[in-house]
């Protein structure tokens, strides 16, 4: 069982940036496949970006490649997303997830465990 908690959102202007963390619990978190997700008022969640358990094999959202980095602690049992040069289409609530898997995968229904969310909000 894996416990995770998202903090680092906050509202920010177009051009900003922001660093979102996602903590879990337990002992066997750098065991699993980390990834971010973010789901957009009226829109389907999507997925963000993925990290494997070393942190050796990153995947991201075409779409957000360049501007969104990946990266996980795995003595501070910690994930992050780094993001920048935010535009308004990056609002959205962020959502790390955890799955046993080794393939970093961006299909929602493949990953086990779900935080709450984190809220972005990117102003013009």
């Known amino acids: 069982q894996v416990q995770l908690v998202e903090s680092g959102g906050g509202l920010v202007q177009a051009g900003g940036s922001l660093r979102l963390s996602c903590a879990a619990s337990g002992r066997t978190f750098s065991t699993y496949t980390m990834g971010w997700f973010r789901q957009a008022p009226g829109k389907e969640r999507e997925f963000v970006a993925g990290?494997?358990?070393?942190?050796?094999?990153?995947r991201y959202a075409d779409s957000l490649k360049g501007r969104f980095t990946i990266a996980r602690d795995n003595a501070k049992n910690t994930v992050y997303l780094q993001m920048n040069s935010l535009n308004p289409e990056d609002t959205a609530v962020y959502s790390c997830?955890?799955?046993?898997?080794?393939?970093?995968?961006?299909?929602?229904?493949?990953?086990?465990?779900w935080g709450q969310g984190t809220q972005v909000t990117v102003s013009s």
């Open positions: 990290i494997n358990w070393s942190g050796g094999s990153t």
């Open positions: 997830a955890a799955r046993g898997g080794a393939v970093v995968a961006a299909t929602i229904g493949l990953y086990d465990y």
